[in-house]
């Protein structure tokens, strides 16, 4: 039977006649009549009562009227969801960011993207760079938001965000950065315990080396979580980006700017080159671009 068979059975019950259904969807009486005897005789029963003036479902046509309005509200569902899948304003985001990004990422542009698109499921996968892109080149995911530095090819398209200063995260009852100014110099780093990210490490050796000394690297891992727990004790100073310190807000705490260019860190937004991006990725990179390049 064509499914138009079953919106006008569906009409029928609704409307209590022939008639008046016939009025309403604009079908002529005689062939909702013979619509309706076709129905019956392919089930092989009677589906409504003749004779009074409001049809009545048989049993059998109880069922057939469930199933039937099931039908037609399964084909109207498909033409919306797919409508939404074009549109953007459903499918699945499917998004890799490093754990550095990810609970400021998720304040701003997650968060926004959501109240705008609220049918969007996601798909997060929280790693390091080198894993992100290796999602990426093998499809996994669409989107990588990294942070710099980081090695990659040209089968990668790259947008970078503005620089983000290196901060050095300190237990307030530590005597290491003496006085009010609200930064310090890479000299002063000297005969501080660091704890970095294993990322940060080169080009915070490298600062280091070129101030003169070797950096007393006290702990380098892959969760700035961990760097903030050393700091929290007295144990180290936490070297981290200055946009991850509302991450880890504590009165214990305190930051100062370290003064060295070199010393910095950008987000990046990394997709691959002249691959195929869904609608609802493409929706949310248009959405990175606006709120972070």
Request: overall charge positive.
């Amino acid at each position: 039977m064509d499914l138009q068979h079953y919106r006008n059975f569906v009409s029928i019950v609704e409307e209590g006649s022939l008639t008046a259904a016939s009025k309403k969807i604009h079908v002529a009486q005689p062939a909702l009549s013979n619509q309706l005897k076709a129905f019956e005789k392919e089930f092989g029963t009677q589906l409504m009562k003749r004779g009074s003036r409001k049809l009545e479902l048989t049993d059998a046509g109880q069922i057939l009227y469930k199933k039937a309005k099931h039908l037609c509200e399964l084909e109207s569902s498909a033409y919306k969801e797919v409508a939404d899948c074009v549109s953007g304003a459903a499918g699945t985001l499917r998004l890799g960011l490093t754990p550095s990004n990810a609970a400021t990422f998720f304040e701003g542009l997650l968060l926004n993207f959501h109240r705008d698109n609220p049918d969007i499921r996601y798909e997060l996968h929280e790693t390091v760079s080198n894993e992100i892109i290796d999602l990426l080149q093998n499809g996994v995911i669409e989107i990588g938001i990294v942070r710099t530095p980081f090695q990659i090819s040209n089968q990668f398209e790259v947008l970078q965000t503005k620089e983000d200063p290196m901060v050095a995260v300190y237990n307030k009852d530590c005597g290491w950065f003496k006085g009010k100014s609200k930064s310090v110099s890479v000299a002063q780093l000297e005969d501080v315990p660091l704890c970095i990210i294993r990322r940060f490490e080169p080009m915070v050796s490298e600062a280091c080396f070129k101030a003169g000394f070797a950096p007393h690297l006290m702990c380098i891992n892959t969760q700035l979580i961990t760097n903030m727990m050393w700091a929290k004790k007295s144990i180290g100073a936490a070297i981290m980006p200055l946009s991850s310190l509302k991450d880890f807000e504590n009165d214990r705490l305190n930051y100062k700017l370290i003064e060295d260019t070199s010393l910095c860190t950008r987000r990046a937004i990394v997709t691959v080159k002249d691959r195929y991006l869904s609608v609802v990725a493409q929706n949310f990179l248009n959405l990175c671009k606006k709120q972070m390049i």
